[in-house]
């Protein structure tokens, strides 16, 4: 079982980015899921997070511009990234606080690999 994250790449000032973070395996659902970001030389931080039932929760600095949905079916998290500023560049990752296995014990606090977001002119 995996979270694959991807999306992120180089995006002038106003831009827009899509990331998706997307579980692999035998998986029969996946509980609160959240996207954090890591910026050289600070702490990671919770970005936007969702939780099974579609219930969201964001930072401060990304309400408005920022979106996180999910599709249960397709075990995907998306991240829709609008009007992105020079502040927003950092390595992305995505999280599961609980993976449900299909014949096996839950997997606690799954990262994904992180996808770089440069935002730049």
């Known amino acids: 079982v995996q979270l694959q994250a991807s999306g992120g790449g180089l995006v002038q000032p106003g831009g827009s980015l899509r990331l998706s973070c997307a579980a692999s395996?035998?998986?029969?659902?996946?509980?609160?899921v959240g996207w954090y970001r890591q910026a050289p030389g600070n702490q990671r931080e919770l970005v936007a997070g969702?939780?099974?039932?579609?219930?969201?929760n964001y930072a401060d600095s990304v309400k408005g511009r920022f979106t996180i949905s999910r599709d249960n079916t397709k075990k995907t998290v998306y991240l829709q990234m609008n009007s992105l500023k020079p502040e927003d560049t950092a390595v992305y990752y995505c999280?599961?606080?609980?993976?449900?296995?299909?014949?096996?014990?839950?997997?606690?606090?799954?990262w994904g690999q992180g996808t770089l977001v440069t935002v730049s002119s």
């Open positions: 999280n599961a606080d609980r993976i449900y296995l299909i014949g096996g014990a839950p997997m606690y606090d799954t």
């Open positions: 395996g035998r998986i029969f659902s996946i509980n609160y």
């Open positions: 969702i939780s099974r039932a579609h219930e969201t």
